[in-house]
């Protein structure tokens, strides 16, 4: 078992999908956490962490708000003694062929899943200097690299890749600090997100393309989360670990 006791996480997009599972653990594994959203369903998952024995700091964010992420950092600084693990998890994927997106489409689409990415890291990366220890970790998408499955995301798509990129630069910046970077890259987890944007045909065709012949569960997201999250995890920085049931494969 990953002991996480005294630790405090943060994780963006908690409110549902794969970022409530990944509170949830972290509170399991013995973390404070600070449950992060823009929707008010974080409520219920900072009174599901409580729960679990941990102890709750839930905050509004959006992610593309620079000023926002700060502030939510000093609140955690100062209730909870400042951030040790950071999980940049909120994210956007609207279905959208190239000839639909627009310029609006694309900026927010990169504002949200990269730029949110940037801005909350930034505003944990001081603290985590001062204490000479953090954990971050980003969801990244198997849509950022192979995409045979996932057309009309190309500014998710985009985006994504573009979290890996990000990822594998800050490590290098960060290691001296003790600070490890890593990304997560699912594949179809089962949130009911992509049934927002996908047809029933296509959710089957994805599924029957990946070799485990299921999707994902949140909380099998979560399990790899938690791992980079670790202080036995020090040694893995800029990496990314596919947890895609083996659609990247085939
Ligand atoms: P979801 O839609 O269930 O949850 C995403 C959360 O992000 C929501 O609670 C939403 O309110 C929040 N969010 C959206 N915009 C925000 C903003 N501006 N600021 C703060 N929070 C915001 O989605 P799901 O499935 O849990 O996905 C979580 C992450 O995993 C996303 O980054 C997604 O791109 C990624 N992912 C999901 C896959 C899947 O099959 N479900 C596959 C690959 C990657």
Known sequence: MIDLTDRVAMVTGAGRGIGKATALLLAEQGADVVVTDVVPEREDVGDAVEDRGATALVRELDVTDPAQARAVADDAEAELGGVDVLVNNA??????SLDEIDHEDWQRVIDVNLTGTFNCTSAVVPGMRDRGYGRIVNVSSAAGGRVGWAGSLSHYAASKAGVVGFTRSAAIDLAPDGITINAVVPGMIDTGAAEEVSSPEEIEAAVAATPVGRQGEPEELASAVVYLSSEPAA??????LVVDGGITLV
């Open 235 to 240: 040694f893995v920085t800029g990496a990314s």
């Open 91 to 96: 994210g956007i994927f609207p279905a959208q």
